[in-house]
Antibody
Framework: QVQLQESGPGLVKPSETLSLTCTVS????????WSWIRQPPGKGLEWIGY???????NYNPSLKSRVTISVDTSKNQFSLKLSSVTAADTAVYYC????????????????WGLGTLVTVSS | QSVLTQPPSVSAAPGQKVTISCSGS????????VSWYQQLPGTAPKLLIY???KRPSGIPDRFSGSKSGTSATLGITGLQTGDEADYYC?????????????FGGGTKLTVL
């Protein structure tokens, strides 16, 4: 079965860059679309963006200027970089697979990783 | 402020049925498939319903989904205490090109 695992620093200083990696097991990353989603403590879900194994990306317009998602097919991993972070970026970050995407939209996120809490603080 | 609107909380007794609504617009729910997620306390969200009314393997038929116009509904029958969780609806928003994922603010289900 497909499993996803997030990894990366749990503490990032304000104005620095948050970097996380999602390792995929049980499936080749060279199929499907792969996404990042975050959840601030006690709040709802926010879609960050997705990437296809070819490198094609799509980002949330509200984060687009600060987000980069990349893929490493040799390691079956994809990564998130979020620059110029502030306390408002403190959240649990999840990676997830998209069931499928068409030219105009995507289906559901399934499965999800366990999530990793990233705190932005000096 | 979430793009999709859900009630903050719902409650019902064990064995009863509950519905959770999700309201959007033409550019999101009205024009795209809806999915539903269950988030048990302290855990990651789990897919319950995709493509409006389809259940992934392993999800019991106590959970159902429907969509009409710009609204969607999650139904849960035979409520169990283990169903206490936050439930989120999600879809795609096509108001920009390309579109992007959007979620509701979540609904906390209490099984009394």
């Amino acid at each position: 079965q497909v499993q996803l695992q997030e990894s990366g620093p749990g503490l990032v200083k304000p104005s620095e860059t948050l970097s996380l990696t999602c390792t995929v097991s049980g499936a080749s990353i060279s199929t499907y679309y792969w996404s990042w989603i975050r959840q601030p403590p006690g709040k709802g879900l926010e879609w960050i963006g997705y990437i296809y194994y070819s490198g094609s990306t799509n980002y949330n317009p509200s984060l687009k200027s600060r987000v980069t998602i990349s893929v490493d097919t040799s390691k079956n991993q994809f990564s998130l970089k979020l620059s110029s972070v502030t306390a408002a970026d403190t959240a649990v970050y999840y990676c997830a697979r998209l069931r499928y995407c068409t030219s105009t939209s995507c289906s559901a996120f399934d499965p999800w990783g366990l999530g990793t809490l990233v705190t932005v603080s000096s | 402020q979430s793009v999709l609107t859900q009630p903050p909380s719902v409650s019902a007794a064990p064995g009863q049925k509950v519905t959770i609504s999700c309201s959007g617009s033409f550019s999101n729910i009205g024009n795209n498939y809806v999915s539903w997620y269950q988030q048990l306390p302290g855990t990651a969200p789990k897919l319950l319903i995709y493509d409006n009314n389809k259940r992934p393997s392993g999800i019991p038929d106590r959970f159902s989904g429907s969509k009409s116009g710009t609204s969607a509904t999650l139904g849960i029958t035979g409520l169990q205490t283990g169903d206490e969780a936050d439930y989120y609806c999600g879809t795609w928003d096509s108001s920009l090109t390309p579109g992007g994922g959007v979620f509701g603010g979540g609904t906390k289900l209490t099984v009394l």
